[in-house]
C-alpha cells in the first residue's frame, strides 16, 4: 500500500503510527506544514526505509511562517520530496492571498534551481491559480495534486501540463471525488490518506486506510483489487524513476 500524502507527525500518536505503518509495509510520503518540522519528523522515519519525508510550508501557515523560507532554503538539498505546499483559496485565508503567493513562488524557484523536485501541492478552491504557477516554473520538478477538487476544466489542465495526482477514501466518499477520479489518467495516480486531517465518520484516516481509496478505483476503474495495486505501485516507481529517486524507497 502507498500512502503518498499524510501528516504523520501530527497524529495524536505518531510513533505508533509509524510503527504501524512499518509492520504493515507501507510506503509513506509524510508531509511537514512548517520547515521548522522538518528536522523532528525525519528523525520520526529514520531507519524506516519505506518513509520519506517531504519538506514544506503549507499556505494555510504562509502569512505567519513565512520567515522561514531561510530554514526552508538550508534543508532544500537533504530532499527529493516537497509538500505540502500551494494555494488556499477558502474564504478564511483569501486575506492572506499575497503571503501565500510569496512563499508558493520562492519554493517553486527554489525547486528549479535544484534541478527539480517530486512535489505534493494543496490547491483547494485555488486550482487555476495554483496551476497558473506550476506553468510559469515548468522546471520546478513534478507536481502531484493531493485531493484535487477543481473544475473538471482545471483538471484536463492539469493533465496536460503533466501533474500528477494523490487519492484518498475522503476524497472518493462523495460522487464529485469520484467523477474527478475517473478522469485522471490511470498511470499518473497514487492513493493518499491525508490524515489525520481526512476523516471517515468523524475519525481521522490512518495511512492504512488508502486501502478504501484502492477498492473505490477498482470499481471506478473496472479492474480487480489486485491490479489496481499494482498499477498504483508501478505509478510511484515510474515517478522515483523520473527524478532518479529508486533508492529513496525500499
Known sequence: MIDFHCHLDLYPNPRAVRDECVNRGLYVLSVTTTPSAWIGTSALAADTPRIRTALGLHPQLAHERQKELSLFDNFLPNTKYIGEIGLDGAPEFRPHSQSQVAVFEHILAKCCSAGGRIISVHSRRASGAV???????????????????????????????????????????????????????????????????????????TPWQVQTAVQILGHIWSLPLGEVEQSIRRNLQDLLAQHNAQGTFA
Not at 504557477?133 to 520546478?140: I, Q, R, V
Not at 520538478?141 to 492539469?158: E, I, K
Not at 462523495?174 to 465518520?201: I, Y
Open 131 to 205: 496551476l497558473d504557477y506550476l506553468e510559469k516554473y515548468p522546471e520546478a520538478g513534478t507536481p502531484v495534486l493531493h485531493w484535487f477538487s477543481g473544475s473538471l476544466r482545471d483538471l484536463d489542465r492539469a493533465i496536460k501540463i503533466g501533474c500528477w495526482f494523490s487519492i484518498g477514501p475522503a476524497m472518493l466518499a462523495n460522487e464529485k471525488g469520484r467523477v474527478l477520479a475517473a478522469r485522471m489518467p490511470r498511470n499518473r495516480v497514487l492513493t493518499e490518506s491525508d490524515g489525520p486531517f481526512a476523516q471517515l465518520g468523524g475519525v481521522a484516516v
